[in-house]
């Protein structure tokens, strides 16, 4: 069954400049992965400061392989370094599928 993984991260703005070339590197190597299906980034209107990514994945053991993989932790350290902080997940499915 496919899920929607839901990344969200506060990126204030004297950080996206550092922040650019390593989520433009994450999301190219999350689009080589096995059941990846697609990505978008979102901007909250009232908070631009706020970013959700939302991806779709063919299955959650898709996307918990990547999300686990040494390659993506590397430079997820790196995008947590310069935010200072952790990002946050959450991995959702549709309605009330079973």
Not at 68 to 76: A, D, H, I, M, T
Request: negative net charge; proline residues 4%; aromatic residues 8%.
């Amino acid at each position: 069954m496919a899920v929607k993984v839901v990344i969200r991260r506060i990126i204030p703005e004297h950080r996206a400049e550092d922040l650019k070339p390593l989520l433009r590197e994450l999301r190219t190597m999350a689009m080589l992965q096995p059941g990846y299906i697609s990505g978008e980034t979102l901007r909250r209107l009232d908070k631009p400061d706020e970013f959700l990514v939302i991806s779709t994945w063919e299955s959650a053991e898709d996307w918990n392989r990547w999300a686990k993989s040494q390659e993506r932790n590397e430079v997820q350290g790196k995008i947590d370094t310069v935010l200072g902080g952790k990002t946050e997940y959450g991995i959702f499915h549709h309605g009330f599928s079973e």
